[in-house]
């Protein structure tokens, strides 16, 4: 507790882990060019993973831990299979990103996004049960062609969305609790799709004229 690993000191820098980490301490490049990659089976992260570049999942790795992951981009690449184990949380300064043939089980748990962007691109998985919960202001993008099957819940603050095209998809039940706002045309022609059930407690809006939402 309290100890730390600089893994990318200078651009170029990479470090690939292909046992399981248990942090109690922080995780972090000091570089925005350094690159961590999580081979592993297992990720405990009770700490802090604060990497100023990239925190790649490559493998089918189990996520637990009362930390926080704060890294500026985190990826869910294509050989990417996590599941959670617990809670968890994840604060990036950019964004969460799950990359095509990657996959996201929430495993019956709550993922808490609260800051940056996330974005499942078409041919991933966010796959249920379990719930994808946003707090304070973050972007969410489920793109076309995503299958982001967990339920999503607006918990407070402001989350928008909304793509270009067919436009984002959700197929979950989608919750917006009271005082929070889900924005799904930010500007014109974003669209948001509805699949399931909608309870709205809060505000369902589009900042733009010509953003449109779709209960399907």
């Not at 490049?29 to 089976?41: F, R, Y």
Request: charged share 5%.
């Amino acid at each position: 507790n309290g100890a730390s690993y600089n893994c990318g000191y200078t651009s170029g820098r990479t470090t690939a882990f292909y046992g399981s980490i248990t942090n109690n301490g922080t995780i972090y490049t000091s570089s925005a060019g350094g690159v961590v990659k999580m081979m592993g089976p297992a990720l405990i992260n009770s700490g802090s993973i604060s990497v100023t570049g990239t925190f790649n999942f490559d493998t089918t790795t189990t996520v637990s831990g009362s930390g926080v992951f704060n890294s500026a981009n985190q990826n869910i690449n294509a050989n990417g299979n996590i599941t959670l184990l617990s809670n968890v949380t994840f604060s990036p300064t950019a964004g969460l990103s799950v990359q095509t043939g990657g996959d996201l089980n929430l495993n019956g748990y709550v993922l808490t996004f609260n800051a940056g962007q996330f974005a499942a691109y078409s041919g991933t998985t966010v796959n249920s049960p379990g719930t994808f919960r946003t707090q304070g202001n973050a972007s969410v993008y489920p793109v076309n062609g995503s299958n982001f099957n967990a339920n999503f819940n607006v918990n407070s603050g402001s989350s928008t969305g909304g793509n270009t095209g067919f436009g984002d998809v959700f197929y979950g039940n989608v919750t917006i609790d009271n005082g929070a706002t889900m924005n799904c045309g930010w500007t014109s022609g974003r669209t948001t799709n509805f699949y399931g059930n909608i309870t709205n407690n809060g505000t369902l809006t589009t900042s733009s004229t010509g953003g449109v939402v779709r209960i399907r």
